[in-house]
């Protein structure tokens, strides 16, 4: 069983939809958790990073995080076609990240 | 601010050669550097973690011989591929922290591609 779990999607949404996306992990001594977001052939980029329970807003991009369930989400309200890439979730036990696979996302103009 | 840049953006070699990628911080002192490589349609997986003036620690799997990494200064560290096979074929990234690690940035990464 893989640290931590995400659907690689893909996911295709017309613009102005909720995206939403998710991931479940298994370690419980992650402590920071991170949203990035990849372009093709591009680093990752870091959208937003949270330490503890409940949501946190940036912009248009809400990060939730619940420990209870171990689980993590994304929430990107009125998507813009520039939106289309590839979301990783991330976690981190002491200093070592732990990727998702990456939901591949689409927002059709 | 917290730019993270790598050189060469793209590589091709042959196989047996090897291939030094440079991966620096720009604006901000790198305590710890990170190098990850990356499958196509996978995720990123951590090869090693250096720190300045120390020798780097490898994942379990990776080979220390085969990937040297030499983290020289605070906004520098190499990723020498030695005797490079096909299968080393792949996007290698790096990432930087200004401390140990909780906020890292990534460079734009470095496709390998070995014939």
């Known amino acids: 069983q893989k640290e931590v779990e995400q659907d690689p999607g893909p996911l295709s949404v017309p613009e102005g939809a909720i995206v939403s996306l998710n991931c479940t992990y298994s370690?419980?001594?992650?402590?920071?958790f991170m949203w990035y977001r990849q372009y093709s052939r591009k680093g990752p980029e870091l959208l937003m990073y949270t330490y503890s329970s409940g949501n946190k807003e940036d912009g248009r991009f809400t990060a939730q995080v619940d420990k209870s369930s171990k689980y993590i989400s994304l929430f990107i309200r009125d998507s813009q076609p520039s939106d289309s890439a590839t979301y990783l979730c991330a976690m981190i036990d002491d200093y070592k990240l732990s990727f998702g696979a990456g939901t591949t996302v689409t927002v059709r103009a | 601010g917290a730019v993270v840049s790598q050189h060469p953006s793209r590589v091709i070699c042959k196989s047996g050669t090897s291939v030094k990628i440079e991966c620096r911080s720009l604006?901000?002192?790198?305590?710890?550097m990170f190098w990850y490589r990356q499958f196509p349609k996978q995720s990123l997986m951590l090869m090693a973690t250096s720190n300045e003036g120390s020798k780097a620690t490898y994942e379990q799997g990776v080979e220390k011989d085969k990937f040297l990494i030499n983290h020289a200064s605070l906004t520098l560290s190499t990723l020498t591929v030695t005797s490079a096979h096909p299968e080393d074929s792949s996007f290698y990234i790096c990432s930087a922290s200004p401390g140990t690690g909780y906020e890292q940035y990534f460079g734009p990464g470095t496709r390998l591609t070995v014939t």
């Open positions: 604006d901000f002192q790198a305590t710890t």
């Open positions: 370690n419980s001594a992650f402590q920071y």
